[in-house]
């Protein structure tokens, strides 16, 4: 059974950073594209970031890009997502998901993380 | 960016009911790359069509999909109690991978 565990969230200042982590199994980690995807309190929902195989290659929307750093961890069954220069606007839960590369969907999601941006 | 329009944003309906949830993107999309996710209240959101019309494991079959270009929809043949959740179409056809608003299924 595949399952997604994410980690991680809390309260944290405008400004500041915060590092997210989601853990796997029920699968082989390794042969995966993995992403994160986050819903916004009552909203819908927003691709955040991509990550291939190996983590050679990262993928992002403008809405985040330069602030938030995907990344992952083959030996551990592990991603991650460092997230800085925090704004308001970040404040959601932030789902874990493996990204199905054949066809751009995402498969299966974790439970989800708060992330709360506020001072 | 493909935006995804949605609508209904809401339907309420009665147990037995069809219903159709329409998606229509800015842009052609491949049918490979047009996907429906089922997010039940207070839960991680669920892929339930993938590739325009493909049920994903586990999915009964009265969920179905359609569609090709710019317009797809995603049908529940006869709408059961426990369908009451916000259903999600999703491009995968080009980056950044965009969500449609969601449309929020109530039974009377």
């Known amino acids: 059974e595949v399952q997604l565990v994410e980690s991680g969230g809390g309260l944290v200042q405008p400004g500041r950073s915060l590092k997210l982590s989601c853990a796997a199994s029920g699968f082989t980690f390794s042969n995966y594209y993995m992403a994160w995807v986050r819903q916004a309190p009552k909203k819908g929902l927003e691709w955040v970031a991509t990550i291939s195989t190996s983590g050679s290659r990262t993928y992002y929307p403008d809405s985040v890009k330069g602030r938030f750093t995907i990344s992952r961890d083959n030996a551990k069954s592990s991603l991650y997502l460092q997230m800085n220069s925090l704004k308001s606007e970040d404040t959601a839960t932030y789902y874990c998901?493996?990204?199905?590369?054949?066809?751009?969907?995402?498969?299966?999601w974790g439970q989800g993380v708060m992330v709360t941006v506020s001072s | 960016a493909i935006v995804l329009n949605q609508s209904p944003s809401s339907i309420i309906a009665s147990q037995g009911e069809k219903v159709t949830i329409t998606c229509r993107a800015s842009?052609?999309?491949?049918?490979?790359?047009l996907h429906w996710y089922q997010q039940k209240p207070g839960a991680f959101p669920k892929l339930v069509i993938y590739s325009t019309s493909y049920r994903a494991s586990g999915v009964p079959s009265r969920f179905s999909g359609s569609g090709s270009g710019t317009s797809y929809s995603f049908t529940i043949s006869r709408v059961e109690a426990e369908d009451v959740a916000t259903y999600y179409c999703?491009?995968?056809?080009?980056?950044?991978?965009?969500f449609g608003s969601g449309t929020k299924l109530e039974i009377k």
């Open positions: 998901a493996r990204h199905a590369i054949y066809n751009n969907c995402f498969d299966y």
């Open positions: 999703q491009q995968g056809s080009s980056n950044p991978f965009t």
């Open positions: 842009s052609s999309i491949s049918s490979n790359y």
